[in-house]
């Protein structure tokens, strides 16, 4: 990576263009843990291990309203 | 009494929750903390024009990149938590909840995502002051999101500025700004901030006492000790008074909580602060709270200080287990506090009120449907006892709570007493002919991270049985879910947390171990 000395007009695509193209093997590393963490958790873990229960159950907020009025009377 | 049910649902889902909870606040303290540092040094490198305090600079930049990249989004699993094992906390909160955290996602997360582009890949791109002013928003971006988190937690442990509504059965929102600034909310903000100080201030000073016990980049570690020290210091300095201001707000709104902190079971005028102790066994089944024996074995107590802390008055009455359970003391409104069965009695009301409210609404009865309405509301404050059998199921766990305050207060004094003595020898440059110093100063670190474990502790296992304070239980917030699922999801975000921890620790120990010569290029990544 060569250091750069010029100061002319900043221009922030550019700048991230260079960041990622020039990034360092750590960098790379980050951001692939960041990518499969987040494919992971998005695609994986929440709608097959953490859906959300009334989305799942319910079609709309009437009948989520009715299920939550029931749960808070009936339960023990 | 038993700790934990293997086959209930409420269990599971507070131990994943706990156990995602406890893994978040490993990333998110050092990250608060190091950001500081980094825009510290920063600084001094644009005031002073030392390539030094540049190089200081990036090798912690570097440290705290890591540090966000791998716990980033972690706390997007306690959101996934909220719709899949609280559903019914989910809803009946409303937007109460939802708006802090949409708030966080949309300014404070962008402004950190911004920013820290220019911050990574912006040196000798931008002018030192623009890159300066990136990473101290990059600080501030950081700060925010943890801001709206804690109004959201804060509400939890306060419930204000709300209306419940029987037709959705949820809580609306009526006054944002007394959410938003709710003293509990104020004073947990910059409690959890100022502990994520400390945090990254013990971990600047442990890696470079660990540079100057191997005689490595001297002037690096010394620079680094300096800010260290005395940020840390300052910070645990904060955290008692800051810590001073939460005892006075748990004593003002959940005075069970502050009760189960110092064991204390019969209330007293001019109580004292327990500074250590050790709790009577029988008192571990809480059907005991009312039996014969004293609350301690053992115990050393600084009188009158708990009075001081809770109420601003040394000889002010502070209830116990045993008061607020039976009731009739006066409250610091100057009302009479209702027993346990009163307070029963009004929330079964309330619940009834809102069974037949619907009924009523129903079978179109309106002028009914009022009357149940204007029941349930004035009622409601009480909503949750309706749910509770017997008083007990009042009582957090008071053993785990009473030892882990005293472990987060020990810690806290520890470090001061710490952070003064590396500056001492730093001021006196006699730290590396110190090492016993450099030793307690590394292997110390562990302490900082378990003291806000235990803190979190203190402040969601004391908050039990409640999931919304007096108005929600948790065993009516939680979802209908089989037990198996619950535990299947506890398994993969354990896995999911250990991995990240892993990786995040081994990355960062082979980029210490570096050290800081390779931050001397355009971009730390």
């Known amino acids: 990576m060569t250091k750069t000395e010029s100061k002319s007009k900043f221009n922030f695509f550019k700048m991230f263009w260079e960041g990622f193209t020039n990034m360092t093997t750590l960098g790379k590393t980050l951001w692939i843990i960041v990518i499969i963490k987040l494919i992971f958790m998005f695609f994986i873990l929440k709608p097959l291990f953490s859906p959300n229960y009334l989305n799942k159950n319910f079609k709309n907020d009437q009948d989520k309203a009715n ?4 749960e808070l009377i009936d339960k023990p | 009494m038993d700790f934990f049910n293997a086959s209930s649902v409420v269990d599971w889902s507070r131990l994943q929750f706990a156990m995602t909870a406890g893994y978040h ?12 540092i980094m825009s510290v040094m920063e600084t001094m490198y644009v005031r002073t024009g030392k390539e030094e305090w540049k190089h200081a600079a990036k090798f912690w930049m570097k440290l705290f990149g890591i540090n966000f990249a791998v716990g980033v989004a972690t706390g997007l699993i306690l959101e996934f938590q909220f719709g899949t094992n609280w559903s019914n906390y989910s809803w009946f909160v409303g937007d109460i909840f939802g708006a802090p955290l949409a708030i966080e996602a949309i300014i404070a997360f962008f402004l950190e995502a911004t920013f820290i582009s220019i911050m990574f890949f912006g040196w ?12 101290w928003l990059v600080t501030l971006g950081a700060t925010l999101s943890a801001l709206w988190i804690l109004i959201a937690n804060a509400w939890m442990q306060y419930p204000i500025g709300m209306e419940f509504n029987p037709e959705t059965v949820r809580n609306e929102m009526v006054d944002f700004w007394a959410i938003a600034l709710s003293p509990v909310a104020i004073n947990k903000f910059f409690h959890a901030v100022v502990s994520g100080w400390g945090t990254g201030a013990a971990f600047v000073v442990a890696i470079s006492a660990w540079f100057l016990i191997k005689k490595r980049h001297n002037d690096f570690a010394l620079k680094s000790i300096q800010i260290g020290a005395i940020f840390g210091f300052i910070s645990f300095v904060l955290l008692a008074i800051t810590g001073d201001g939460s005892g006075y707000e748990v004593a003002q709104k959940q005075p069970m909580k502050l009760a189960a902190m ?19 066994p029988s008192k571990s089944d809480k059907s005991n709270y009312d039996d014969e ?9 600084l009188p009158k200080l708990l009075s001081l802390m809770g109420y601003r008055n040394f000889n002010a009455f502070v209830p116990g287990i045993k008061d607020i359970i039976e009731g009739g003391y006066t409250l610091p409104d100057g009302t009479m506090a209702l027993s346990f069965e009163e307070k029963k009695m009004r929330g079964e009301k ?8 619907q009924v009523a ?44 305050f005293r472990i987060m207060v020990m810690i806290g004094f520890y470090y001061i007493l710490l952070f003064a003595m590396v500056w001492y020898f730093y001021y006196k440059k006699t730290l590396t002919a110190n090492r016993w110093i450099l030793y307690v100063s590394l292997w110390s670190l562990p302490l900082a991270y378990l003291a806000g474990q235990v803190g979190w502790i203190v402040a969601e296992v004391g908050r039990q049985p409640w999931a919304i304070q007096d108005i929600l239980p948790v065993k009516v917030a939680v979802s209908s879910l089989e037990v198996g699922s619950v535990i299947t999801s506890f398994i993969l975000f354990a896995v999911l947390f250990s991995a990240l921890l892993i990786a995040d620790i081994s990355i960062m120990l082979k980029q210490i171990k570096k050290g800081p010569e390779d931050t001397d290029t355009d971009s730390v990544y």
């Open chain 1, 67 to 70: 299920h939550v009025r029931k």
């Open chain 2, 25 to 36: 606040w490993l990333f998110v303290p050092l990250t608060l903390g190091l950001a500081v």
């Open chain 2, 124 to 135: 000798n791109k931008v002018s030192k002051k623009a890159h300066l002013t990136a990473t």
């Open chain 2, 262 to 280: 110092e064991g204390l079971y019969e209330g007293k005028e001019g109580a004292g602060l327990v500074a250590l102790g050790v709790l009577h």
């Open chain 2, 293 to 301: 024996n004293d609350a301690f074995l053992f115990k050393i107590e």
């Open chain 2, 350 to 357: 309330a619940i009834k009120a809102l069974a037949n409210y």
């Open chain 2, 361 to 404: 609404k129903e079978e179109g009865r309106n002028d009914e449907a009022a009357g149940f309405e204007a029941e349930l509301q004035e009622n409601f404050a009480y909503f949750g006892y309706g749910y509770l059998a017997s008083p007990e199921r009042t009582i957090p766990n008071v053993p785990l709570i009473f030892y882990s």
